[in-house]
């Protein structure tokens, strides 16, 4: 009964750290996304200039055989083509610099400050490594490490700590009381102090005080009030559980779905880089620039173009959800081997590690 409120404040310290984890690998997920999303940026900016640089050299080719078999048509439909894909450029160097600003956010380095005019940059390639999944020992160890699933099983330790603690309430209180008084008589206030503490005039009381309310109301009600804070506990620890399995799932759902993704958008934009290829070729050998031929190339240009940016896209969604399954099992840290310190009073680790 007199370390209950020690254990409880031993299990909300532990509880309180578990949050700190939490924390953190929300906002280290959260900056490994934006980082591939600034990937994704960066590719889509340069699939856009390679377009520019491409309609550029047909309008070239255009410009140079107006006078042979190019009519105004043709050169005007390549210089909007041209054109339209300049303005474009200007919407992805847009999503290049809010991408960067959302990483500098996350990332919050006094050498790289959010209030600064320089874009980040990636550096990894996009690159996918093949990962083996097994759903159960992939639950055992989110079930293991999960920050909320621990501090459901703390809530439960406390609310266990309660039922005690509510239970010895219950039971009738008998208290042995003693008490011992000295007195002093005097004709002054310096007599009477002086005589109080020579021990010649003392009074006790020694007794057994017995209490058992009628009917015991209280303390049954406040029982019955921590058995159902318990069973609540339990309660919402099977709900946590359940949506540990959900977020496994769905997770692992999509690495598997994206990893299926890659080699299909790959295959695509082969055929389609192909495909240009070949256009390219008879266009060299072709005696005539037609209209229909023009477009042909204009589209399949923006078709290769859609065709990569859906291959990187691929590759960008495959690694955003590995980093989402990783935070799902609760192992985020253990992957980037990032670790948690306590410091003392004086701002200096300690050397006790919490996690």
Not at 92 to 104: H, N, R, W, Y
Not at 192 to 211: C, P
């Amino acid at each position: 009964m007199n370390l209950a409120n020690v254990y409880i404040a031993d299990k909300l310290e532990e509880s309180a750290v578990e949050g700190v984890r939490g924390q953190l690998i929300q906002t280290i997920t959260d900056t490994e996304v934006a980082y591939w999303n600034l990937a994704l940026a960066w590719r889509d900016l340069a699939i856009q200039e390679w377009m520019v640089e491409a309609a550029e050299e047909l309008l070239s080719i255009i410009d140079r055989r107006r006078n042979y078999d190019a009519n105004i048509a043709d050169w005007a439909q390549a210089v909007a083509t041209v054109e339209q894909r300049r303005s474009q450029i200007i919407n992805f160097q847009q999503a290049v610099k809010q991408a960067s600003d959302i990483l500098k956010q996350l990332m919050n380095s006094p050498d790289i400050p959010l209030s600064g005019e320089a874009v980040l940059e990636p550096t990894d390639e996009m690159v996918h490594l093949p990962i083996q999944l097994e759903l159960r020992e992939t639950l055992l160890t989110a079930i293991a490490n999960r920050p909320d699933v621990r501090q459901s099983l703390y809530s439960i330790d406390i609310a266990k700590i309660n039922e005690v603690v509510a239970d010895n309430g219950r039971l009738p209180e008998l208290d042995f009381q003693a008490s011992v008084n000295t007195k002093g008589l005097g004709g002054t206030y310096h007599d009477g102090y002086s005589e109080a503490f020579t021990g010649s005039f003392i009074s006790y009381i020694v007794g057994l005080v017995f209490e058992y309310p009628l009917g015991n109301r209280a303390p049954e009600a406040a029982y019955r009030e921590s058995r159902l804070e318990r069973s609540a506990a339990v309660v919402d620890y099977r709900q946590t559980l359940l949506q540990v399995v959900l977020d496994v799932k769905t997770s692992m759902r999509q690495v598997m779905d994206n990893a299926q993704l890659i080699p299909a958008t790959r295959a695509a934009r082969v055929a389609t880089a192909e495909s240009l290829r070949a256009l390219e070729v008879e266009r060299q050998t072709l005696a005539s620039l037609t209209p229909t031929f023009l477009n042909l190339i204009f589209s399949t240009q923006a078709q290769l173009a859609t065709a990569r940016s859906e291959e990187f896209n691929a590759i960008v969604q495959f690694n955003t959800s590995i980093a989402r399954m990783y935070q799902s099992m609760g192992t985020t840290l253990d992957v980037k081997q990032i670790g948690i310190q306590t410091i003392d009073e004086h701002g200096d680790f300690d050397g006790r590690s919490l996690y």
